[in-house]
């Protein structure tokens, strides 16, 4: 049994419910959002729950963005889909905090800003992004399709399933295990530094690209 | 003209200066610097963590002999120590051409390229270097003394992705040491999507030029500079990093005083500077071409974190006293427009039976073009069952129409173009009944001159009740905007103090 704090119809207004300690259930159906996420809380779709970032007929903006630090956001059974901006289509994590997204599906978002964007479907740039038995797919972006990681974050995937691209750069932290990428891993640091991959057990169908000049320190296992 | 989405419409737009004659003599020696903070810099290609004490000190302090120049002769370019395979950079001599052989002793077919040209190290031997350069359009393999190589970022993709814009040339540019009255204006993108960085700059040069002016250093008498960026640690601290680069930019072909990419002809110097060392650090223009955000790249010039406000968060009337606000507050803002708008219903198939239809598609603005991906099509009559969608992806010309009883069909985004053929009896009654909804790119607001999927960089606040942003590329700038056009429009705000009073020891 889920104790929800709150539950939101489709098409009602999320935000209002957005509290610390919040477990925010979505019913099934579509709701458009864009969700700056400032609290510690848990959102958990019911299944055919969907958060669209498409409003108005604009796309612009991630759907789900964290952007504190501290805080702790727990992604629970949502698809999200219909975001855009010029970094992390779909999620955003630009603050120092832990965002989990679990059993949830990323798909039809884009980061395409002037042919720079990057993350169409994720962009994590610092704190700890958790992506566990998260599928995405059909996400643009002229770099990571679908997932962009960027800066001084930690990237933890287990069961993941991407259709796109996954790209580690600078000074990133990520474990890949047990997921397939159908695109392309790339990886490549900085003339500072280097991001550190480990990918156990995952199949990368489109190849590992780490770049040749400023590679990454990469540890394949059982791949 | 270029494609607006990813790179900016035009070079050369504001006019210029005589073309400049090829760099001249070569050096010939190597780098030789007196401060073993730096020769480790240098001996790791710009990979430091100096403190600024030492960079100041290196800064004032007498060194030896630059980059193998002699010490009475003119400054050439940065010169590796040590050249390997797999290095990108330019083929850079005395001459108005390099010649390369066939064989490394300087035997077989011969072949010249232009001073400057790109090149890729395929292998190292002893003097020599066998490189690859684009020549015609085709690569071509040769060999020359390892002299004449100087490392330099790899440059950009081609927007067809046939290869790198190896026909860009490296030509030695003139300019302010240091950068005089820095501003927001003097940056024009170029060809690559990084219009994230230049507005970055602007918005910092806007509000902050002092900043500008600290964070690149002319090294008089190795002709090089040094920028100095901030990388974000764990934790969150910033710490600066030094990239000293040379002031050989990439050129249009054919006129060795246009930069490629940041600049114009006769132009400042300053922002084709800081672009270069930004691609240096990054690893290639390539990397920093192909993503970015302002978030992080202000963040990175000024050393302080930025913060982002959303403007759905915001009301119309919170509009202007938010950029009054930080404007007198010494922000530089950074703002990105909507990706995408949907468009309204059309129905320009033309045809009948089972077709073929064909359409032009119609746009708000000549700029506009469809994403690829997301046009529908839909029979208003019913007859047609389902929804015959478009299977292009990002960069796509051309994409194709499946579903809904579809037995072929076209797009071409570029000539705005559609045909629709169906299989026997699973058609509209006729072309009219089909309606076509897509998204689009382009003008988004066309009488304002804004333009979707791309960043700008805050002005100022016209009258008490508009917005002026800046176009970094340099042109198509757009009219001011009402608090309404801005929440309609634009997605996200970055903003960063750039710290008070100068930076430099």
Redesign the interface.
């Known amino acids: 049994m889920i104790d929800c704090t709150a539950r939101v119809e489709a098409g009602q207004p999320i935000d209002p419910h957005l509290r610390d300690g919040a477990v925010v259930c979505l019913a099934a159906g579509v709701h458009p959002a ?1 969700l ?1 996420i400032e609290q510690s809380l848990t959102l958990r779709g019911e299944p055919g729950a969907i958060l669209d970032g ?2 108005d ?5 991630p759907v789900v ?1 964290v ?1 504190g ?1 501290q805080l702790v956001v727990k992604v629970v059974g949502l698809t999200i889909r219909g975001g ?4 992390g ?1 779909g999620v955003r994590l ?1 603050g ?1 905090s832990e965002l989990t997204l679990e059993e949830c599906v990323v798909e039809d978002n ?9 993350g169409g479907g994720a962009l994590a ?2 704190g700890k992004l958790s992506l566990l038995s998260t599928r995405f797919g ?1 996400n ?5 399709s679908d997932l ?1 990681a ?3 974050a930690t990237v933890d995937i287990q069961g993941g399933e991407f259709g796109g691209d996954v790209f580690f750069v600078d ?1 990133v932290r990520a474990t890949v295990t047990g997921s397939r990428v159908r695109g392309k891993l790339g990886a ?6 280097a991001p550190s991959v480990s990918l156990r057990g995952t199949a990368v169908d489109g190849g590992i690209e780490n ?4 590679p990454a320190a990469l540890v394949v296992e059982d791949g | 003209m270029l494609q607006q989405s990813t790179r900016a419409p035009s070079k050369s737009k504001k006019g210029g200066a005589t073309p400049e004659a090829a760099p001249g003599a070569a050096p010939d020696k190597q780098s030789r610097v007196g401060n073993a903070a730096l020769q480790q810099s240098v001996e790791n290609q710009g990979q430091s963590a100096i403190a600024d004490e030492e960079i100041s000190s290196w800064l004032g302090a007498e060194r030896e002999p630059p980059h193998g120049a002699s010490t009475d002769g003119p400054l050439g370019p940065m010169r590796p120590s040590a050249v390997t395979s797999g290095k990108w950079g330019a083929l850079i001599g005395p001459n108005d051409t390099v010649e390369l052989t066939a064989n490394a002793d300087g035997t077989g077919g011969k072949f010249t390229v232009p001073d400057g040209k790109s090149a890729k190290v395929i292998e190292a031997k002893g003097d020599k270097i066998k490189v690859e350069v684009r020549v015609d359009k085709e690569k071509k393999q040769g060999w020359c003394a390892t002299s004449l190589f100087s490392e330099q970022p790899m440059l950009n993709k081609d927007d067809d992705a046939a290869g790198m814009q190896d026909d860009f040339i490296y030509a030695k540019q003139k300019g302010d040491h240091t950068p005089v009255d820095p501003k927001g204006s003097d940056t024009a993108q170029g060809a690559m999507g990084d219009c994230y960085f230049i507005a970055s700059m602007a918005a910092i040069a806007n509000a902050s030029p002092q900043a500008i002016k600290d964070a690149i250093k002319y090294n008089s008498t190795k002709d090089t500079y040094t920028v100095r960026f901030y990388e974000e640690e764990w934790g969150g601290k910033y710490k600066p990093v030094y990239i000293e680069i040379d002031s050989y930019l990439p050129t249009v072909a054919g006129n060795r005083a246009d930069p490629a990419y940041a600049g114009e002809p006769g132009g400042k110097l300053w922002p084709a500077i800081m672009e270069k060392a930004y691609a240096k650090w990054k690893g290639s223009y390539q990397a920093i071409g192909q993503g970015g955000y302002g978030a992080q790249s202000m963040a990175e010039i000024t050393g302080a974190k930025s913060q982002e406000k959303s403007p759905s968060s915001m009301k119309v009337e919170d509009v202007i006293p938010y950029f009054e606000k930080a404007k007198k507050d010494g922000m530089a803002i950074y703002a990105a427009v909507e990706n995408s708008r949907q468009s309204d219903a059309q129905f320009p198939f033309r045809g009948t039976g089972d077709g073929p239809f064909n359409a032009t598609i119609t746009h708000t603005h000549r700029w506009n073009h469809v994403v690829p991906g997301t046009m529908r099509v839909t029979d208003k009559a019913g007859k047609m069952k389902g929804t015959v969608s478009d299977n292009g992806r990002e960069g796509d010309a051309t994409g194709k129409l499946l579903g809904a009883g579809a037995e072929s069909g076209n797009v071409d985004y570029k000539k705005h173009t559609a045909d629709l053929k169906f299989k026997a009896g699973q058609g509209p009654a006729k072309g009219e009944d089909l309606e076509m909804r897509f998204s689009y790119q382009g003008a988004v607001n066309a009488e304002k001159l804004l333009v979707a999927n791309h960043a700008y960089a805050f002005e100022g606040v016209v009258n008490g009740k508009e917005l002026q942003f800046y176009n970094p590329w340099g042109t198509w700038q757009p009219k001011p905007i009402t608090p309404a056009e801005f929440l309609k429009h634009f997605t996200n705000i970055s903003v960063n103090k750039a710290p008070t009073g100068s930076t430099q020891a």
């Open positions: 864009r700056v498409t409003l007929g604009s796309r612009g903006g963005h952007p630090d855009a901006g010029d970094a289509g630009s120092w884009e980061a395409t800003l002037a042919g720079g964007g990057v740039e610092r059909n643009r972006a002229s770099s990571g962009y960027n800066g001084v000074g490549r640091g900085t003339t500072t530094r770049d040749p000049n400023l």
